[in-house]
């Protein structure tokens, strides 16, 4: 076989995990793409399938085996090629995955990512070619918002997490590379930037010798065409008055902030290892609320972390209920090797974690559905993100809102308005998923 007639292959790909990982397989996508091969959605009609996998905790890793299984039964039945597997799971355990998936032609760990074409030549046994030199993310999802990768690896070592051990020491990216990402994504029709990173809120101090997240901020605003920015995964002990007094005056900057939280008890966050305690949580979420009220918080909680008791867990619900988040996300904690907490002792059994689970999802989508329910007969901006074939409404995100992870909103238009439009709304409902609105 020629390099020209492994062109002719179509690749597909599935991506798991977070916002990231999806990047890191965007940009796989796109040298693919300038090599030749033809890019699509479509995983059982393609020649070569990549799955991108994450290995965060227990459930990622179940979800990616799933996903492998899944498409060796389609190279068993003759209807794909040579199958890669991607992402943080490799990474992890590269020996382990390729001892028990023999029928895997390539595993990738994070270094080669940008290899991915030669890895493709050797598995078809053709002459490498020579690797284009510039190459445009495919974006996967609808290029009204793209996610800007900022930095990789992260240096908080929290006792639960994996993320040091894959994917290493902090490691931001200069900012003329940023911006000139950014300047070709506007150039493509992208009018929001999600800023993303292990931690947002660390960006420079590993380059710079400083922090410059609000650096970059100011930079990326004054490109043509972004008309929003959004910061996610923003630690709580860098959240300062110096970078939520920027997200309230930029006007490009969503009055949105993502800051992962974990718990409200003292010694869950110390043995989580992590830097705000009690005292400091309440007060930067008491800032936020009075000082710039403006501003949507988004944060995360894990439940059933090793010597959570009853009345610890009963602290934390009392937490939620108390600051009525805008939007909370929440997982089970999962033992995993080679972290501090996996030595802990008074690990909790998973009927426990699963029960609190349950129950502290439930208060929060008791909080966030009246939330949602004041929002009616208001009238927002938003973005137009897709057109839904299906039921006939366009689907779009406001400034408080993320898309993907934070409700939508849908509304009817028989003028047809383009994806990547701000329109006007009226919302005059909420059916518990989305928003439901009129155009103004």
Known sequence: MTNEELKNKVVSAISLGCDKNKVDLENMLGRLKAYGFTISGDVENADIVIVNTCAFI??????????????????????????????????????????????????????????????????????????AKNFER??????????????????????????????????????ADLVEEAKNLASRGVKELILVAQDTTRYGEDLYGE???????????????????RLHYAYPECVTD??????????????????????????????????????????????????????AIRTTFMVGYPGET????????????????????????????????????????????KSRLKKIISIQEKIMTNKAKAMINQEIEVLVDYFDEMTGEYCAHSKNLSPTVDFGVRFIDNNKVKNGDFVKVKIYDFDGNDFKGEII
């Open 58 to 131: 227990q459930q990622a890793q179940e979800e990616a085996i799933s996903n492998i299984l899944e498409v060796e039964g389609y190279k068993e039945k003759g209807m794909i090629e040579k199958i890669i597997v991607t992402g943080c799971f490799p990474e992890r355990n590269y020996n382990q995955m390729k001892e028990n998936f023999p029928d895997i032609d390539a595993f990738l760990k994070l270094s080669e990512n940008d290899k991915i074409c030669e890895i493709i030549e050797d598995l078809y046994e053709v002459a490498h070619a020579k690797p």
């Open 138 to 175: 495919v974006l996967t999802n609808q290029p009204s918002y793209a996610y800007l990768k900022i930095s990789d690896g992260c240096n908080n070592v929290c006792s639960y997490c994996t993320i040091p051990r894959i994917r290493g020491r902090y490691r931001s990216f200069p900012i």
């Open 211 to 229: 922090n410059s997240l609000i650096k970059l901020c100011d930079k990326l605003s004054k490109i043509d065409g972004i008309k929003w920015i």
């Open 242 to 295: 110096e970078l939520l007094k920027y997200i309230a005056s930029n006007n490009k900057m969503c009055k949105y902030i993502d800051i992962p939280l974990q718990h409200i008890d003292d010694e869950i966050l110390s043995s989580m290892r992590r830097r705000v305690g009690e005292e400091g949580t309440r007060a930067l979420i008491e800032k936020i609320h009075t000082s710039y009220p403006e501003i």
């Open 310 to 353: 009853k009345a610890k867990f009963k602290k934390l619900c009392r937490f939620i209920e108390e600051e009525k988040f805008d939007y909370a996300g929440f997982f089970a904690y999962s033992k995993e090797p080679n972290t501090a907490s996996f030595y802990i002792k008074k690990h909790l059994n998973r009927f426990t974690k």
